[in-house]
């Protein structure tokens, strides 16, 4: 008995140093938020209600978080610039309407800003935003919107002219209809190989996101920046954003794990909780 509680002890105080260790690593590390949509209609899986994206970003005013701008967080990377207390960065995917419907509104209410990734040949389409929306919400100082590639094809798959087309495309649209440049690129799905870095990097854009649960961190590869996906398909939502934002240390880790091991053994996987 004295045996086991012994082992049990020692097991115990491996487990709280190993999570100790995990989120030491990561104390200077950024949490990049990666959102989707906004809507109280919408039942997409990754879709929040207002009121529960509101409260949101009330958590965050009222908990110090400093919204900051991927500029922001290159620049103090570079330069060895101190970021405020509490550096987050919001990001949104593909440009639907319900960004202008919904979350711009919100942004205003709160004073902060994000970053919109846009398909570009889906702007007007159906249930997206038009080209003159996004103009006008670039031209508010809330928004800045850069690139989710041109159609969202899978850019593991694609090579030479075709992943050319579909990184440069979009960065020439967006250059063309909002006549800034564009430095960011968020590829679909997070899905992405060494030749989309490069092609990102040589097209000029600064820096590439992924999604991935984690922190983002000084001596990342900047062209595959971690975010944090938030989801609205638990009704506990709030307390599901705290659990990723805070626990992000341990559930980034837990989630490539349960990745690697999910095609070859999904029940194991199943029993891995991520919130």
């Known amino acids: 008995m004295k045996k086991f ?26 949490p990049i938020l990666l959102y989707h949509r906004v809507s109280d209609t919408d039942t997409n899986p ?7 994206f509101e409260a949101q970003l009330k958590y965050l005013v009222d908990n110090g978080y400093h919204v900051i701008a991927p500029d922001d967080l290159l620049d103090a990377w570079a330069s060895g610039k101190t970021l405020p207390k509490n550096p987050i960065v919001l990001t949104f995917d593909d440009g639907h309407e319900d960004i202008y419907k919904n979350v711009f509104p919100l942004l205003q209410k709160y004073n902060m800003r994000a970053t919109v990734f846009i398909v570009t040949d889906h702007i007007g389409m ?40 579909e990184i440069y495309g979009s960065k020439q649209a967006i250059e063309w209809a909002l006549k800034k440049p564009a ?15 490069e ?4 097209v000029g854009f ?11 961190e000084n001596d ?13 398909s638990n ?10 934002l805070k626990g992000s240390p341990i559930f980034a880790p837990l989630h490539r794990f349960k990745t690697d091991i999910a095609e070859g053994n999904p029940e194991i996987a199943d029993l891995i909780f991520i919130p």
């Open 183 to 197: 430095k960011f690129i968020a590829y679909p799905e997070g899905k992405y190989t060494i030749d989309a870095e």
């Open 126 to 165: 159906k249930d997206y935003l038009s080209w003159d929306f996004v103009r006008a919400l670039q031209a508010g100082g809330f928004m800045d919107f850069e690139s989710h590639t041109m159609t969202y094809k899978n850019l593991a798959t694609l090579k030479g002219d075709k992943l050319w087309n």
């Open 220 to 232: 990342s590869d900047n062209y595959v920046l971690t975010r944090i996906p938030v989801l609205g």
């Open 235 to 244: 009704s506990q939502t709030l307390l599901r954003f705290k659990l990723r």
């Open 46 to 52: 990754t879709t929040l209600k207002v009121a529960d």
């Open 206 to 216: 600064r820096a590439g996101f992924i999604e991935d649960y984690g922190l983002a």
């Open 5 to 30: 509680l012994l082992a049990m002890l020692i097991l115990i105080l491996a487990a709280a140093g190993f999570i100790f260790w995990l989120f030491e690593r990561a104390a200077d590390g950024v």
């Open 199 to 202: 092609t990102s990097k040589e």
